[in-house]
């Protein structure tokens, strides 16, 4: 596609659910990355992916968070038995080389955990 | 600890005015800064960045200040116009990871 897809949009979870994110990157691109932004906050860096291997996982929250990106292309981040604090807009970018300024951001999922 | 502060959270600008957002950061180690825009709903689309070898770059409508010693970053914006209306986040770039601040929220006024 055009640009990075992510899914769902929105996704109410009760406390205690879990959830899957799913994000589509830019055909060819080999950097994958998740952010977690909090409401009046910037984004903040959760893992990393070159190809399928997750290089940098260390902005994980707990080891409730966990990230794959099995084929190298499309990844998936899951939040075991989500919590209040869990509640953010998940943002996925893309970029055809590591460290490159040309990052490109899906639109997010908004998740809010009741 | 913020590694990156933008003390204002909204900033409003009069239409063909200039609009100057500010950024302080901690690290004297980064050494390459950027400035993405964000509409409502959608996600950050990059604007412009600077090396920390230059102290300006300019682009178009767009210029990016940095002052190292003062560990001080500023966007300018003139003639500011009122699709310039977003959220602008001054950002680091930490190797591969990018370190954000909180962003200001700039209205640009007909």
């Known amino acids: 596609g055009a640009g990075v897809s992510q899914s769902p949009r929105y996704k109410v979870a009760k406390r205690g659910q879990d959830v899957a994110l799913r994000c589509d990157p830019i055909s060819g691109h080999v950097s994958l990355f998740w952010y977690q932004q909090a409401l009046g906050q910037g984004p903040e860096f959760l893992t990393y992916?070159?190809?399928?291997?997750?290089?940098?996982k260390s902005g994980l929250p707990s080891d409730r968070f966990f990230a794959e990106r099995p084929e190298g292309s499309v990844s998936t981040l899951k939040i075991q038995r989500t919590q209040q604090e869990d509640s953010a807009v998940y943002l996925c970018?893309?970029?055809?080389?590591?460290?490159?300024?040309?990052?490109?951001f899906g639109s997010g999922t908004r998740l809010t955990v009741v | 600890d913020q590694q990156v502060k933008q003390n204002s959270p909204s900033l409003s600008v009069q239409e063909g005015r200039i609009s100057i957002l500010n950024c302080d950061y901690t690290?004297?180690?980064?050494?390459?800064f950027l400035w993405y825009k964000k509409y409502p709903a959608e996600g950050p689309t990059f604007l412009i960045s600077?090396?920390?070898i230059k102290d300006k770059n300019e682009d178009g409508r767009f210029t990016v200040f940095l002052n190292k010693s003062a560990k001080h970053l500023s966007l300018h914006i003139v003639p500011s116009q009122p699709g310039d209306s977003a959220v602008y986040f001054c950002v680091m770039d930490s190797n591969y990871q990018l370190i954000w601040g909180a962003g200001t929220k700039l209205i640009i006024k007909p």
């Open positions: 970018a893309s970029s055809w080389a590591r460290g490159s300024n040309g990052y490109t």
């Open positions: 992916f070159q190809n399928e291997a997750q290089l940098d």
């Open positions: 690290n004297s180690m980064f050494d390459y």
């Open positions: 600077i090396s920390s």
